[in-house]
């Protein structure tokens, strides 16, 4: 039967001398640490370290061994190694060079933060490359939806009905509450002006033009942007994290087709109806708020709100919810797909996919205002 090596052992036979025993490898060092440190040998006077019966060295075992002999000679303690192994003084003696090239190598500089203009153009390299990635993700999903058309069985219907209800059902209360309010705060706002020089019934052309052309799908826009986009961001950013989306890749299943696609058909269909509903309502608040503050009755409101509102504005607001759908779904899906490491890059994503979101669905806002204007809409 072969013999079980020794652990490394140390004793201190005479006040200057150390005999070094068993095997100093990685397996068999595990507890002569402490045991080094309560070596003590009397300063100012040489030693002998005798490591004839040391049966096995390895490089972790020398590194030990001198890191002990480096302790003592800080203490001005001179320590002679003698009856080593030939091997083993060789070993020794490669580990103590490593040693002392390693402390007289210099300490790397300490990194200097960047300046001003290094700061600016970072962020802008940055920005440059989201928007590029932002652009190839936008035109990978436009192949899959081509390829989609092509071949209508690809399409997941489930999915696509499971977000019409998500992102377009239950977010009903809310749209409806805050456009209910917005059109309240719009018709009194204009209420004391138009008090002032008594046209009174042009409440119906402020609150119809206003909700129907800009404040409806806008506001919408922006309670979904915060309320779905999010999720699309959270929801793939955490299946991210945890690999699913590898595992989709794996079997065979295109997370474009099931994650994606389904999450922008659906947020299109849903959105211009969610703005249809914000139109009522945003109406119905400032109707409400005329008979109060005006006493424009709803009959008359309703009057001069058909000769005021015509079909073109109404469109115009309503082709605008399609564009800002298509921002809100992609941007945050695109931001689901950057997440990686743990929880706290899912909320870092989350965060950046709504901020994104708002601020390119206002910006294509903008745009759509100086085009309408050019068109003279």
């Given at each position: 039967m072969k013999p079980i090596p020794m652990a490394a052992a140390i004793a201190q036979p005479g006040p200057h001398d150390l005999a070094l025993s068993g095997c100093w490898t990685a397996r068999g060092i595990g507890a002569i640490e402490q045991r080094l440190e309560s070596v003590r040998l009397s300063a100012n006077t040489p030693a002998i370290a005798d490591g004839a019966a040391i049966e096995a060295l390895d490089s972790s075992g020398a590194w030990v061994l001198q890191k002990l002999l480096l302790r003592l000679r800080d203490e001005g303690i001179v320590v002679t190694l003698r009856g080593l192994r030939p091997d083993f003084a060789r070993l020794l003696e490669v580990v103590a060079q490593q040693v002392a090239e390693q402390a007289t190598r210099p300490a790397p500089a300490a990194s200097t933060p960047?300046?001003?203009v290094a700061g600016i153009g970072q962020s802008a390299?940055?920005?440059?490359?989201?928007a590029a990635?932002?652009?190839g993700f936008v035109g990978e999903a436009a192949f899959t939806f081509a390829q989609s058309v092509v071949h209508p069985g690809r399409f997941r219907w489930r999915p696509i009905l499971y977000n019409i209800r998500t992102a377009?059902?239950?977010a009903l209360p809310i749209v409806g509450l805050l456009s209910f309010l917005l059109g309240i705060v719009v018709a009194y706002q204009g209420a004391s002006q138009l008090?002032?020089?008594?046209?009174n019934i042009f409440v119906a052309d402020l609150v119809g033009l206003s909700m129907l052309r800009e404040f409806a799908p806008l506001i919408t826009a922006i309670i979904i942007a915060g309320r779905s986009g999010s999720a699309y961001a959270a929801q793939i950013g955490t299946m991210a994290v945890t690999e699913e989306i590898d595992a989709m890749r794996t079997i065979g299943i295109a997370p474009m087709e099931l994650l994606v696609l389904p999450k922008i058909i659906a947020l299109v269909i849903v959105l211009p109806l969610l703005?249809?509903?914000?139109?009522?309502?945003?109406?119905?608040?400032?109707m409400i708020m005329a008979r109060t503050q005006l006493d424009v009755g709803f009959g008359e409101f309703l009057d001069r709100f058909s000769?005021?509102?015509?079909?073109?504005?109404y469109v115009v607001g309503i082709g605008k919810a399609p564009v800002f759908a298509v921002i809100i779904a992609v941007v945050g899906c695109f931001q689901g797909?950057?997440?990686h490491g743990g929880a706290d890059s899912v909320g870092r994503q989350t965060t950046r996919s709504v901020v994104q979101s708002i601020f390119l669905v206002i910006v294509a806002d903008a745009l759509f205002s100086i085009a309408f204007s050019v068109l003279d809409l």
């Open positions: 960047p300046s001003a390299v940055a920005a440059f490359e989201q990635a932002l652009l377009g059902f239950d008090r002032q020089y008594g046209a703005t249809v509903f914000a139109d009522v309502l945003g109406v119905f608040g400032g000769k005021a509102v015509s079909i073109t504005s797909f950057r997440t």
